[in-house]
């Protein structure tokens, strides 16, 4: 799909959709960097999508951290050609005992937990833009992976729901900054995908809701999926992966500042 030979970087990419997404651009003959925040993770992921591919460590939310990882790119290939924004953090972070201080009702969170939603899911866009926008080749693309949270109000996640509406807003906005260096600048909004972030999600779940005690994580969120998806079935990171390569070909060539969610339908209800 004409992205051969395309020199792509994705944040938060050693899992996860940003894995799905490295996958879909490494077998269409892109050469994928992927970023992430753990050593060991970053290199075991990197392997495994082969010799067209390169890890390095870095905080998507620091501007320099991402501006070294940008000169890296540029001393290896040469060029950089694509920027996909999907690092994140769905609920709270890593750690399971956070569970408690997360970002769960508008009331109950605290100024931290609120910074900290902004900062892993907005601010992260924001700063691997600018690190990488002054090297970004004439014609290249931005994707950002926003959410089906950024698409309407959410009482669950309501921190998260903001990030990622000012994901959505960014994008149309350094859409028409970019436009005259022909740099296009796209959203995808994924629906339901089993990573690790759902897993956070059920463990909270299951804390916070008796009624959930005696099912499995797995089980909650292939309920979650049966109630809300109209189409019936959770998503893939493939799915999102197919569509941001596509974003980043020349069959999208007139396409900037655009918002698709990728949710079974969920959004459309
Ligand atoms: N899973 C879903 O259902 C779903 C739905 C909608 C949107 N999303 C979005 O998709 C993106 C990927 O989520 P996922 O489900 O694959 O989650 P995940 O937790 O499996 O993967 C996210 C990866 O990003 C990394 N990361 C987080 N913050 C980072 C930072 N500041 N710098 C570098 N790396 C960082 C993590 O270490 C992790 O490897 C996120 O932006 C998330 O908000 C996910």
Redesign the pocket.
């Known amino acids: 799909m004409s992205v051969d030979k395309k020199v792509v970087l994705i944040?938060?990419a050693?899992?996860?959709?940003?894995m799905g997404i490295a996958k879909c651009f490494v077998a269409q003959g892109a050469s994928v960097i992927i970023?992430?925040?753990?050593e060991s993770?970053t290199q075991a992921a990197a392997a495994e999508l082969g010799e067209n591919a390169m890890g390095l460590v870095?905080?998507?939310?620091s501007q320099s951290a991402m501006s070294e990882a940008v000169s890296k790119v540029l001393q290896r290939y040469g060029q950089l050609d694509v920027l996909v924004n999907?690092?994140?953090?769905?609920g709270p972070k890593e750690q399971f005992e956070e569970i408690s201080s997360s970002d769960s009702a508008l009331l109950g969170i605290t100024d931290d937990v609120w910074d900290e939603q902004l900062m892993?899911?907005l601010r992260?866009a924001f700063s691997s833009s600018n690190a990488a926008i002054p090297h970004l080749s004439e014609g290249g693309n931005i994707v950002n992976?926003?959410?089906?949270?950024a698409l309407g109000p959410t009482t669950t996640l309501p921190a998260y729901g903001a990030a990622?509406a000012g994901v959505v807003h960014l994008t149309k906005t350094l859409a028409m900054e970019l436009a005259p260096r022909r740099i296009r600048v796209n959203c995808i909004?994924?629906?339901?995908?089993w990573?690790?972030?759902?897993e956070i999600l059920t463990t909270q779940m299951k804390a916070n809701q008796p009624e959930l005690a005696n099912m499995s994580q797995r089980q909650i969120f292939e309920s979650v999926v049966e109630d809300i998806t109209p189409l019936g079935s959770e998503q893939t990171?493939e799915d999102i992966g197919n569509l941001a390569v596509f974003y980043a070909s020349s069959n999208a060539r007139m396409i900037t500042g655009q918002i698709v969610a990728v949710d079974g339908g969920i959004s459309v209800k």
């Open positions: 944040t938060g050693a899992r996860g959709i940003g970023t992430d925040l753990d993770m870095a905080n998507a939310a999907n690092a994140g953090i769905g892993f899911n992260t992976i926003a959410s089906i949270a990622k909004c994924p629906g339901l995908l990573t690790r972030a759902w990171p």
